[in-house]
C-alpha cells in the first residue's frame, strides 16, 4: 500500500464518511467510542490534544465538546478533503488551533509542542508501518501523556470481513492483545489497557434502524460482554497507554 494510494481513497470518500455513522445503531457505538475517548483527556489545566486521522471531525467534535476551555487541540489528515472538511466545521472553534496534512506514515508530526493526549481512531489499520507510526506519537507526548488508539482484532469475526480499501483492494491490518501489548512495552509505552465495543459482524450495525431491533442488538452486546469480558473477541480494540 503506497501514500498516494491511501491519499487518493480518502480524498473520494470526503464526505460521505460521515454515512458511515448514520445508522442509529452505528451512532449508538460512536457513543460508546467518544464516550471512552474523551474519558482520557488528562485534568491538568493546558491540555494539548491532537487528533491524527481526523475524517469528517467525529473525533474532534467530541474532544472539543468534553474539555475544558483552556484545552487546545490540534488535528491532522492524509487527505486534503478531510482536512477541509473539518477546517470549514471548525473555523470558529476556539479550542482548534489547527488542522494540517500529513501523511504520518512517511512524515513526522509537524507540531513543534508536546502533547498530553494523542488519539488516532480507526488509522493505523490502513497503514502497514503502524509500529514506526506508533513510535513517533510516542516521541511526541509529554512525559505521562496518554494515547488512544485503535486497531481490528485477528481473534474476532472481524477477521472473516474480507476488508479492504483502496483501489488496489488492499486487506486492512490486524492483530491481536498479546502483540499489542509486546510493540507498545518495546516502544516504552505503559500503563496499557485494551478494550472494545462490539463483538457482533458490522454488517449487523447497517442492518435496521428500527429501534427495537437496535436495542435488541446493544443488549446482545451487552451480554456477550458479560460473558466474555470487554477485549475478547472484540472487534475494533481501543487501546490506551502512556509514556
Ligand atoms: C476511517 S477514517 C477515521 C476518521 C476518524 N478518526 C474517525 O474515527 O471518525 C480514517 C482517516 O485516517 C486518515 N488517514 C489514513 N492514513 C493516514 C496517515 N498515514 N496519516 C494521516 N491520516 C491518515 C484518512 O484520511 C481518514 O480520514
Known amino acids: ?17 460521515s454515512d458511515v455513522w448514520k445508522p442509529l445503531a452505528r451512532q449508538e457505538m460512536s457513543k460508546k467510542e467518544t ?3 474523551v474519558s482520557k483527556i488528562p485534568s491538568k489545566k493546558n491540555p494539548r490534544i491532537l487528533d491524527i486521522g481526523v475524517g469528517n471531525g467525529r473525533i474532534l467534535a467530541a474532544l472539543s465538546k468534553k474539555s475544558t476551555r483552556n484545552t487546545t487541540i ?7 478533503k478531510m482536512v477541509e472538511i ?15 496534512v500529513c501523511d504520518l506514515s512517511l512524515d513526522t508530526i509537524p507540531y513543534k509542542t508536546k502533547f498530553s493526549l494523542i488519539t488516532i481512531i480507526r488509522v493505523l489499520k490502513y497503514n502497514s ?16 501523556g496518554g494515547l ?5 482484532n485477528n481473534q474476532s469475526v472481524s477477521i472473516f470481513s474480507g476488508d479492504t480499501f483502496s483501489d488496489q483492494n488492499t486487506p486492512i491490518i490486524y492483530t491481536n492483545p498479546s502483540n499489542l501489548k509486546k510493540v507498545l512495552r518495546s516502544i516504552g509505552f505503559k500503563n496499557i489497557e485494551i478494550l472494545a465495543f462490539s463483538k457482533l459482524p458490522n454488517f449487523l450495525y447497517h442492518l435496521s434502524n428500527h429501534k427495537y431491533y437496535v ?4 443488549a446482545s452486546e451487552r451480554l456477550l460482554e458479560t460473558i466474555f469480558g470487554n477485549a475478547l473477541f472484540g472487534r ?3 487501546i490506551f497507554c502512556s509514556k
Open 236 to 238: 475494533e480494540l481501543f
Open 86 to 100: 473539518c477546517n470549514d466545521r471548525f473555523y470558529d472553534n476556539k479550542k482548534i488551533k489547527k488542522i494540517e
Open 35 to 37: 464516550d471512552y475517548i
Open 148 to 152: 488512544v488508539f485503535t486497531m481490528p
Open 1 to 17: 500500500m503506497n501514500s498516494k494510494s491511501n491519499k487518493k481513497y480518502w480524498d473520494s470518500w470526503n464526505s460521505r464518511y
Open 74 to 80: 490540534y488535528g491532522l489528515d492524509i487527505s486534503q
Open 129 to 144: 508501518n503502524w509500529k514506526k507510526m506508533l513510535k513517533k506519537m510516542y516521541d511526541q507526548l509529554e512525559s505521562g
Open 215 to 218: 436495542r435488541f442488538l446493544i
